[in-house]
């Protein structure tokens, strides 16, 4: 084990180059709601145990296969209402047992990328063959089922290896949703070629929020208000990215699906909120600023070595 | 509950077998025979009668937790906390049964709703039949709801036992209640791979444990297709003030919140059914009882809603399959 994986660079907030999104926009605004397969009857995982209760875990299995059977299409038509296209983190075994929930999204013009096989399927521990496995497992089959080459990349519950983050610039991947260290874009270190971290907030998660920290519905709605409130205000000097990472199975319960609803409709009445996908911010960033933050990151190590 | 905890294990030397990149039942629908895999809303919308929009289904719960409750696997919701005797909870529980569900009575009544589904735990039932009387009296219906709240179900427990559990549990409150009892809720919701086997052969008919879906549907058993009525789980009284923590308001609020929901849901989609699950030895307290009085009267006071039993929804849903 390691102290520090070396994925990134130190470039604090105010001594770093100014994005500017286009129109204008202070905020680039993406919502990634994550829809997953949790298997009733996993196996077996050395690093972690899927279910808290003896199988079948009644209450939590049913509590995600509602996201599907019910809550997917009532997040979506929220969504729909405010014209935000979704950036799913999918299961990709979900291709094969719910194709209506694709279709729809596909209609819809959302995005797909891998958020590993089954969430209940872990990378701990993993060989690099067997974690390439699920890689390729990956674009193969969101290509197969939607067209779609993906962009991004959520490990299976958000569990690594040493080396996920090179597996996935290897494989032509252009970001990652799991490192937490910043409201922009940011380029990773990998063995080869390019690589960025969006912006993927744990902190606005609804099941972070929900189940986590135990927060009412309508304060989760005051929650949301606040970090937009406060990116926007922020990203008029330089521009910040807002994601709201989402699970049908808490954020479209009956008892919370109007607190999104009203979040929703408050960020995207401002007009300068550019409402993206995670490819769309991605892209955007490689061909404006990539190699501008990595010059920065130079310019700053060097004046600021680290010191021994 | 609702997440599992996560783990800090030594990564060194684990090693993940090849198999683990197997995935059997990757295939259309679920990775279970229990039920088919259906999107709500592209189901058949049902009608309730007078074309009311939401069936609402209140489940009072008659809990027993005793002294001697093992942790094993896992405690209940509301199960002892400190070492033995733990008065202070044994008590705080037992009060439901003794002042809160009259409270309880009492706001239900003032709300209009002149109907709901006593889940008893069949030791109460033994121990004060009189309550039972009182919910003959009222109409209400007897949903059957395991013995105590320390005998749960899960896999692990053998199979005779947990056998013997279901058979005391209905055949205590049908021999006390002199209703039929064709519903079922397993303490915690919790249940072994056989469950549903074991209550489907006892005459069990419905059961709430399966948090799945706004909306009733059928489900395998070995003795036939039982039907899994739908339970919001999330908004009953104890997971809201006791596993959430929240503010007493905040109960109300989402009662309010999902309840509009279904409300105009229903104006496109068809009927839904709306579960309110209330435990006296939470909402029954003095200073709690306004909340729950103020959730029971916005819904029960709503135009287009049917105060049912489960039985009356799981009936009326049956009629139109």
């Not at chain 1, 205000?233 to 009956?254: E, F, R, S, W």
């Not at chain 2, 684990?14 to 025979?33: E, K, N, V």
């Not at chain 2, 029960?300 to 139109?320: C, L, N, P, R, Y």
């Amino acid at each position: 084990m390691k102290a520090d994986l070396g994925l990134y660079e130190y470039l604090p907030w105010n001594a770093r180059p100014s994005i500017k999104w286009p129109n204008g926009a202070k905020v680039a605004f993406w919502v990634a709601p994550n829809i997953e397969y949790y298997e009733i009857d996993p196996p077996v995982n050395p690093l972690r145990t899927p279910w808290g209760r003896p199988v079948p875990d009644v209450v939590g299995y049913a509590e995600r296969d509602h996201g599907n059977r019910v809550g997917h299409w009532r997040m979506m038509e929220v969504m729909d209402r405010y014209g935000v296209r979704g950036s799913i983190s999918l299961s990709v075994a979900l291709l094969d047992h719910h194709p209506e929930i694709i279709e729809a999204c596909k209609e819809r013009n959302w995005e797909f990328f891998s958020h590993g096989i089954y969430n209940t399927r872990y990378s701990y521990a993993m060989t690099e063959v067997q974690e390439q496995a699920i890689i390729t497992d990956s674009i193969e089959n969101v290509k197969k089922h939607t067209g779609q080459m993906i962009a991004g990349y959520l490990a299976p519950a958000l569990t690594h290896t040493e080396r996920t983050m090179d597996l996935l610039a290897k494989n032509g991947i252009l970001y990652t949703c799991d490192l937490f260290i910043d409201d922009q874009p940011f380029p990773v270190n990998v063995k080869e070629g390019k690589f960025i971290s969006i912006p993927y907030s744990l902190e606005m998660n609804d099941i972070i929020v929900y189940n986590g920290s135990m927060v009412p519905p309508r304060r989760y709605a005051d929650m949301l208000k606040a970090n937009f409130d406060r990116l926007r205000a922020d990203g008029a000097k330089n521009g910040t990215v807002m994601c709201i990472p989402l699970h049908a199975y808490a954020v479209a319960q009956g008892h919370r699906l109007a607190a999104f609803d009203d979040a929703l409709k408050y960020i995207t009445g401002h007009d300068d909120v550019w409402v993206a996908t995670g490819r769309e911010i991605a892209e955007y960033y490689y061909e404006h600023y990539y190699d501008e933050y990595v010059q920065a990151i130079k310019d700053f190590k060097k004046k600021n070595p680290a010191r021994s | 509950m609702a997440r599992p905890p996560i783990e800090q294990k030594e990564v060194a030397g684990a090693s993940i077998p090849d198999s683990y990149l197997q995935y059997p039942h990757r295939s259309y629908g679920m990775d279970h025979d229990r039920y088919d895999w259906s999107l709500l809303v592209r189901r058949k919308p049902v009608k309730w009668p007078n074309n009311a929009r939401v069936a609402l289904w209140v489940n009072v719960a008659f809990e027993f937790f005793p002294l001697d409750t093992p942790a094993k696997p896992f405690k209940a919701l509301g199960g002892m906390v400190t070492s033995y005797p733990d008065l202070r909870h044994f008590s705080l529980r037992d009060y439901g049964n003794r002042v809160g569900i009259f409270r309880v009575m009492d706001a239900l009544d003032a709300a209009g709703i002149n109907k709901a589904t006593a889940a008893f735990n069949s030791k109460v039932a033994q121990r004060y039949p009189y309550l039972v009387d009182q919910v003959n009296a009222k109409g209400w219906e007897v949903m059957a709801y395991g013995v105590d709240m320390a005998k749960l179900l899960y896999t692990g427990l053998p199979a005779d036992q947990e056998q013997a559990i279901i058979k005391e549990s209905i055949s205590t409150l049908r021999e006390i209640s002199g209703q039929p009892v064709k519903g079922w809720w397993s303490p915690a919701r919790s249940e072994s791979w056989d469950t549903p086997d074991y209550i489907a052969a006892e005459g069990i008919e419905y059961f709430c444990d399966w948090i799945n879906d706004d909306m009733p549907y059928p489900f395998r058993t070995k003795s036939g297709e039982i039907v899994a009525m739908p339970h919001q789980h999330w908004i009953d009284d104890a997971m809201v003030w006791v596993h959430y923590k929240h503010q007493e308001q905040d109960f109300v609020d989402q009662v309010k919140d999902q309840f509009d929901l279904m409300y105009n849901e229903a104006g496109s989609q068809g009927g839904r059914v709306m579960a309110i699950t209330i435990h006296p030895w939470m909402s029954g307290q003095p200073h709690r009882i306004k909340y729950l009085e103020d959730a029971l009267n916005y819904v029960g006071k709503h135009k287009d809603v049917w105060v049912a039993t489960g039985s009356e929804i799981m009936q009326e849903w049956k009629k139109q399959q």
